[in-house]
């Protein structure tokens, strides 16, 4: 009769532990499928609207407030609305009825703030949009008077709360736009500025000495070591060997820029760049390139500089930790007749957030050089120095107030430099190299978001050369 008892008793336990797996596993696929719902909603709400003509592009009614800290509606303020979700940075709202520098008002704006409902299969929530009005802070006072120069749209979706899924904190994705039709205050449209921009988009595609574009992403990936040469081909953490107590890591070639945004493809979805990098949280949610700190705080030349031994020959990475805390990209190599000198301003725009959406503050180093080849085939990259920072050769960045963005959001980095020295001729290409400051950092690190139509990270640099194709 014990036996009996005993065995009964085991059953009811094995049943109840594979019932919770089970439990578990719904729980899983259905808030990853909810993720998946938001992210291509948030996407096809921003094209709905970057795609209408500049003057439309306006709140047709200023958003209801309301208490509840759940609802993006919590950061309005009267007529101005916060771009940051804890509620401290508030523009005005652009909306029909609204002044205009200058005098007249906002009219023929046709984007409702909503609540709107939605729903994609099993998955329900409602939508919310906001607009507010930006200044530029590259551009001086004389030439771009007020604080309308630029429009930051905002969309916002929350999900509703179910037994399956849970309890979901609201998402939003945000951009600036700028008025094509403008003209900068006192600009002579006989005589325009000769300044040309050279944007250079972000990409996950492994460089390679005879790869010219962009490759699809179809895939989550372990993180690219990007330490390298072109010929050194992807290489990632599975490249690493140990014999004792020593590790070794190839460095392999760096991911690409491109001169064109990616492509606009319906219902694409966001993979991660860094499966061997995970959050705390959701780890198989977490999408783009995630960065952990450093062991040491600051700008890292150690880092940023290619390892050589003492007779100029490219050393591996110590440890799979370089090649996750510093990433870099290469433009293609320019072709024959190029002779560009940059004119030292340009902008860097860059799709981020914190890591599993938690409020922490942040910061982040880079770098823009040039890349050419010693004799060896070693790189040698020569960094521009930031004027704004003494003549570093490092660019730092971290928001005001220090709250890093708890939803992937893009940031407006102007960049003021002096280039002398720094030629892009023939066979030479223009880098960037990323990575996060440990003590500006108070989370385990950021993430970044690029090669996809809404996520479109770039740097642009001017030029007065006359640019030639590659």
Known sequence: MIEVMVSALLLTLGSLAILGLVSTQAHNTFRSEQSQVVSNRLQGEMEKITQLPYSQIALSSVPADTTDTTDPRWRVSGTSFSATQNGTTLRPIVYNGSALYGGGTVTGGVVSPGPESFASGDVHGTIYRSIVWEDNPSCPVASCPGLQ?????????????????????????????SDPDAKVS??????????????????????????????AVTADHLVHNTNGSCSAGL??????????????????????????????????PLYDYATDIEPTQNPGQDKGLQMPKPSTSGCL?????PLTNGSGAQLPDPDPTRMQTIHKWLSNAMGTGFNVTLDGTGT???WTQSVDAATYTGKICFWIFERHLNVLGVPVDTPVANIDLSNLTYFTYAPAGGVWPTSYTELHIPLHFNGAGINLGPQSRLGFALQVERSGTSGGGLQFMYDEPSFDSRLVVNTTTTLLPF
């Open 149 to 177: 120069d630029l429009k930051r749209i905002i969309v916002a979706v929350r999900l509703d709360t179910t037994a399956v899924g849970g309890p979901r904190h609201y998402q939003e994705l945000q951009t600036q736009i």
């Open 186 to 215: 006192g600009e002579n449209p006989n005589n325009p500025s000769n300044d040309t921009p050279w944007t250079f988009f972000l990409t996950d595609t492994p460089i390679g000495c005879s790869e010219t574009d962009r490759q």
């Open 235 to 268: 290489k990632n953490s599975t490249n690493c060997t140990t014999v004792l107590v020593t590790t070794s890591c190839p460095a392999g070639t760096p991911d690409l820029m491109v001169t064109h945004a990616p492509p606009l493809v319906d219902e694409s």
């Open 301 to 305: 030349s150690s880092l940023f500089q």
């Open 348 to 350: 860097l725009d860059l």
